[in-house]
């Protein structure tokens, strides 16, 4: 099992930036995949984005493609997830996850963090 624990979450205006941190314990943390999913108010929990054990591969949302980028530390256990080009749309609550399989089903996920906010403004 991992703990993951998020931060870097906040009020932006539209257009601007924010960087989430996803800190994750264990020792193996460099044989997971990361994935960071995001859940509006009354709607379900959807993917974002995600990246292989290796960090040689990433998948992402189509409405997020060339705005988010994914990445991870394996030397710090820390997964990151850079969000540029903030939309009101992309106002929700931010949750990493780790998990066996490069995948965009939450249910492929074995361990989620608690979420952080993150909220546009127009």
């Known amino acids: 099992q991992v703990q993951l624990v998020e931060s870097g979450g906040g009020l932006v205006q539209a257009g601007g930036s924010l960087r989430l941190s996803c800190v994750a314990s264990g020792r193996t943390f460099g044989t997971y995949v990361m994935g960071w999913f995001r859940q509006a108010p009354s709607k379900e929990r959807e993917f974002v984005a995600a990246i292989s054990w290796s960090g040689g591969v990433t998948i992402y949302e189509d409405s997020v493609k060339g705005r988010f980028v994914i990445s991870k530390s394996n030397a710090k256990n820390t997964a990151y997830l850079q969000m540029d080009s903030l939309r009101p749309e992309d106002t929700a609550v931010y949750y990493c996850?780790?998990?066996?399989?490069?995948?965009?089903?939450?249910?492929?996920?074995?361990?989620w963090g608690q979420g952080t906010q993150v909220t546009v403004s127009s």
């Open positions: 996850a780790a998990g066996p399989y490069l995948d965009q089903v939450p249910s492929s996920y074995n361990d």
